[in-house]
């Protein structure tokens, strides 16, 4: 099956600057990679995802690069805000017909005042 | 404002006891996952459905979780007999299937067996 693996854990960056979150998938076939902001006690929220024929995308201050070849993808923030502060997870979803997304274990991002 | 919505929010109940949790999928939606998100294991798919129909629940310990789907605007996952290990968040998820792969997340249960 698929494996995620996120880096890093936790990410600490001043307001105002960028923050990059790394992601690492094992399966060639996966398709889709969908990231996931939560806040506490809340649901995983949607806020960008990309397909595998895509190299890259961009929503107002987030955006996210897919390298099929290194089977890695990123995150990024510019411009952060205080508001940006909660767990961000990254996923996976395998192809062949397979829906279930397998998630990395999440990044802590803390936008420091 | 279409949203996935999960009942109860917080659940305590003492090993042994069965446990019902709830899940309402946005309209139009036909496909439906059930996560379980814990510290140690982080957010892991227990099963999902298209169009009422069991797809993949190998992520479900099979002796006591069952989930259903007894129509399109309700799914329900029960566990029977509870045991301190099950004590986690479970989140439903739903998507538009075939029209495209996103999945958006209801609020969860928290589920506390003691």
């Known amino acids: 099956g698929e494996n995620v693996e996120q880096h890093p854990s936790t990410l600490s960056v001043q307001e105002g600057d960028s923050a990059v979150i790394k992601c690492t998938y094992s399966?060639?076939?996966?398709?889709?990679f969908p990231w996931y902001k939560q806040e506490l006690g809340k649901g995983p929220q949607l806020i960008i995802d990309?397909?595998?024929?895509?190299g890259e995308k961009k929503d107002q201050r987030i955006a996210v690069t897919l390298n099929k070849t290194a089977k890695h993808f990123s995150l990024h923030i510019t411009e952060t805000q205080p508001e940006d502060s909660a767990v961000y997870f990254c996923?996976?979803?395998?192809?062949?017909?397979?829906?279930?997304?397998?998630f990395g274990k999440g990044t802590h991002l803390i936008i420091q005042p | 404002d279409a949203r996935v919505t999960q009942t109860p929010r917080h659940k305590v109940t003492e090993m042994g006891q069965e446990v019902t949790m709830r899940c309402q999928p946005i309209?139009?939606?036909?496909?439906v996952f059930w996560y379980r998100q814990t510290m140690m294991q982080g957010l892991e798919l227990l099963a999902y459905?298209?169009?009422?129909?069991?797809?993949?629940d190998s992520g479900m310990p099979k002796d006591r979780f069952s989930a259903e789907m007894p129509d399109a605007t309700l799914a329900t996952l029960k566990i029977q007999p509870s045991e301190p290990r099950d004590s986690a968040v479970y989140f439903c998820?739903?998507?538009?299937?075939?029209?495209?792969?996103?999945?958006?997340f209801g609020p969860g249960t928290r589920l506390t067996v003691t």
């Open positions: 998820a739903s998507g538009p299937g075939y029209l495209g792969y996103e999945q958006y």
């Open positions: 459905f298209r169009n009422r129909a069991p797809l993949d």
């Open positions: 399966d060639s076939a996966s398709n889709y």
């Open positions: 309209l139009g939606h036909n496909t």
């Open positions: 996923a996976a979803r395998e192809g062949g017909g397979a829906d279930g997304l397998t």
């Open positions: 990309i397909r595998s024929n895509v």
